[in-house]
């Protein structure tokens, strides 16, 4: 690792520290938030997309170095998801609007997870993650609003294919330069698909006790090792 390599790397462990600390006080503000104007409840809205942005800003510090595709769409993977975060804490019926946000996110991460593997390189693998994408949605299906239907097909699919590449690419990049890389965005992407899943049980069939907990928690973790694969991948040796 160059000494520039690792002044980025010490740089961003002070960013990762505020991250932390944000996404588990938007955790407990969301926990033990009342009423939409309760203390606990403004943490939230302050530390939610804050915690999103943080790590933003290390993905952004990498870039000079890493790949500019790979780390560019995962830069902007975490914008469109901090506008889905916004979204999808405020008052009112705003789901939909961050499902958008949220297909964005996965869109662009699909294309970060093409950028140095071939899509579908393990037709097994996507086959797993299609049939669990199909799983969740039966799952849900007569508890969602006709007018959702449609909407979650198509989230579903991206999500599946999102992570099915995350996985795919991390078997494909093992025992190469790069396969630190592709391990942290392989279990990124699995965590992705298992906050999301939570995330629409919690809201659309099941109450899930201190859900708020685990929907944010493998969220952030996953956010987290999506934004460490970029600084995984300007430090391969």
């Not at 510090?61 to 790979?70: F, I, K, L, Q, V």
């Not at 392989?186 to 298992?194: E, Q, R, S």
Request: aromatic content about 12%.
């Amino acid at each position: 690792m160059t000494y520039q390599g690792t002044l980025k790397v010490e740089q961003n462990r002070s960013v990762y520290t505020v991250f932390f600390l944000c996404a588990g006080l938007a955790i407990t503000g969301s926990l033990l938030a009342g009423d939409d104007h309760s203390a606990w409840r403004w943490l939230h809205y302050l530390t939610k997309p804050t915690a999103t942005l943080l790590l933003l800003v290390a993905v952004l510090r990498n870039m000079p170095a890493s790949s500019r595709s790979y780390g560019l769409a995962v830069a902007i993977g975490l914008v469109s998801a901090a506008a889905g975060d916004t979204f999808l804490m405020l008052p009112g019926d705003y789901f939909l609007a961050g499902l958008i946000c949220f297909l964005l996110t996965h869109c662009a991460y699909i294309f970060a997870l093409t950028r140095d593997a071939k899509l579908n390189a393990h037709p097994l693998v996507f086959c797993v993650f299609g049939l669990l994408a199909l799983a969740v949605v039966g799952g849900l299906w007569t508890s969602l609003p006709s007018a959702m239907r449609i909407p979650v097909i198509i989230y579903a699919l991206a999500l599946g294919v999102m992570a099915a590449q995350a996985v795919s690419r991390g078997l494909q990049l093992k025992g190469t330069p790069r396969e630190a890389t592709g391990r942290y965005a392989a279990y990124g992407g699995l965590l992705f698909m298992l906050s999301d899943t939570l995330l629409a049980y919690g809201r659309f069939r099941w109450q899930i006790p201190y859900n708020a907990l685990w929907v944010l928690g493998t969220y952030y973790a996953a956010q987290y090792l999506l934004a460490r694969s970029t600084e995984a991948y300007v430090n391969k040796r």
